[in-house]
T-cell receptor
């Protein structure tokens, strides 16, 4: 099956700094990737849809200036949390949509962000 | 609009007992339905999916689910629970374009030895 990786798996940063999370499709090209946020004991919340070569589409309530998404290639999307604060601490998961069938998504292993 | 409801945020079963995790969906178009499992601090692993065809779908680790259109349900079952089944389970629905997955709130499964 299709494999999606995320890096780093865990990151601790100080309040006010920025942190970048990478999402890669390892064995397929993904024109569309998705970024989710998961709070403890809760479901996944879609943050944004990342389309290769174009601007990301953010869900309502998600600050686009705070969560910068770049999808510069068909195998890489990045999420940058700018000026991180403790309330940004969360588990971030990306997924990539396979070319066919178009309804399939494969999920990365997630990134645990802790802001101190 | 699409939505997913998982009845029971916590389910406990004895080892060897039947596992039943409930999922109901609402969808204005024929849905694609998925069950995922998540272990602590890990991503989501696909258990099984329904797209078209046979309504009883078999997945990994002995799990299966049945799509019942009349009941708008896609309940997950396993005849005999194993300790390793303890995890969080998510039901999800997407449309034909796969532009967005709608997840249920999840069910935490505890297996009692």
């Amino acid at each position: 099956g299709a494999v999606v990786s995320q890096h780093p798996s865990r990151v601790i940063c100080k309040s006010g700094t920025s942190v970048k999370i990478e999402c890669r499709s390892l064995d397929f090209q993904a024109t569309t990737m998705f970024w989710y946020r998961q709070f403890p004991k809760q479901s996944l919340m879609l943050m944004a849809t990342s389309n290769e070569g174009s601007k990301a589409t953010y869900e309502q309530g998600v600050e686009k200036d705070k969560f910068l998404i770049n999808h510069a290639s068909l195998t890489l999307s990045t999420l940058t949390v700018t000026s991180a604060h403790p309330e940004d601490s969360s588990f971030y998961i990306c997924s990539a949509r396979v070319p066919t069938p178009s309804y399939e998504q494969y999920f990365g292993p997630g990134t645990r962000l802790t802001v101190t | 609009a699409q939505s997913v409801t998982q009845l029971g945020s916590h389910v406990s079963v004895s080892e060897g007992a039947l596992v039943l995790l409930r999922c109901n969906y609402s969808s204005s178009v024929p849905p694609y339905l998925f069950w995922y499992v998540q272990y602590p601090n890990q991503g989501l692993q696909l258990l099984l999916k329904y797209t078209t065809g046979a309504t009883l779908v078999k997945g990994i680790n002995g799990f299966e689910a049945e799509f019942k259109k009349s009941e708008t349900s896609f309940h997950l079952t396993k005849p005999s629970a194993h300790m390793s089944d303890a995890a969080e389970y998510f039901c999800a629905v997407s449309g034909a374009t796969g532009n967005q997955f709608y997840f249920g709130t999840g069910t935490s499964l505890t297996v009692i030895p």
